[in-house]
């Protein structure tokens, strides 16, 4: 049986360099939703938008501006909660799961119009029985703006991807050059 010649702390960085890549997959490209939401104009890319929650019991609060990703001409918005304890929500009878399992609750809805109350269903497990309680959230279309935040991220993270491949690469040629003398 042959043994790895590669040492311990590179096989960590591998594996912590992959885990990194998994991840940054998982939040750059989220699973599509199953409401249709509404042509937006706007090029695809991360914008933030104004968002007025109502309803409630008005304890729970939302993010505000909101993250809004546009793909393929279609707006959706990313709803975060001053809570975790919200297990789903529901737009137009269409039930939306959390994007993730720790922090405050986090869901992804199509934004299906603007500057109009949309009605939607949140589902409270912080009472004694789960509870749906309903809201209406308002788009305001004038508050869009570009974010550029999640580009200046992405280009950080992929020049990252490539320091870290030419240092394995350069890790990888030392190595094999020191083993060949």
């Known amino acids: 049986m042959r043994r790895s010649t ?20 998982i939040m750059v490209f989220p699973a599509s939703t199953s409401v ?41 918005v990313q ?5 975790p304890n919200y297990d789903y929500m529901k737009v137009e009878n269409k039930t939306f799961k959390p994007l993730q399992e720790a922090g ?13 109350p949309i009605a939607v269903v949140a589902n409270t497990t912080a009472m004694s029985t789960p509870h ?16 550029t935040s999640f580009e200046m991220m992405a280009m950080v993270v992929g020049t990252v991807i490539v320091i870290a491949t030419v240092v394995i690469i350069s890790f990888f040629w030392i190595h094999k050059k020191r083993r060949t003398k």
């Open 6 to 25: 590669f040492p311990y702390p590179v096989k960590k960085f591998c594996l912590g360099l992959w885990m990194v890549m998994c991840i940054t997959s």
């Open 36 to 76: 249709e939401a509404a042509q937006v104009g706007l090029e695809d890319g991360k914008y933030s938008i104004e968002v007025i929650l109502e309803g409630g019991s008005g304890r729970a609060t939302i993010t505000s501006p909101a993250i809004m990703t546009v793909r393929g001409g279609k707006g959706y």
């Open 132 to 147: 749906e309680i309903e809201y209406t959230l308002t788009f305001l279309q004038d508050s869009i703006k570009q974010d």
């Open 79 to 83: 709803i975060e909660w001053s809570s």
């Open 104 to 116: 405050n609750s986090t869901f992804e809805l199509p934004i299906i119009d603007f500057d109009m």
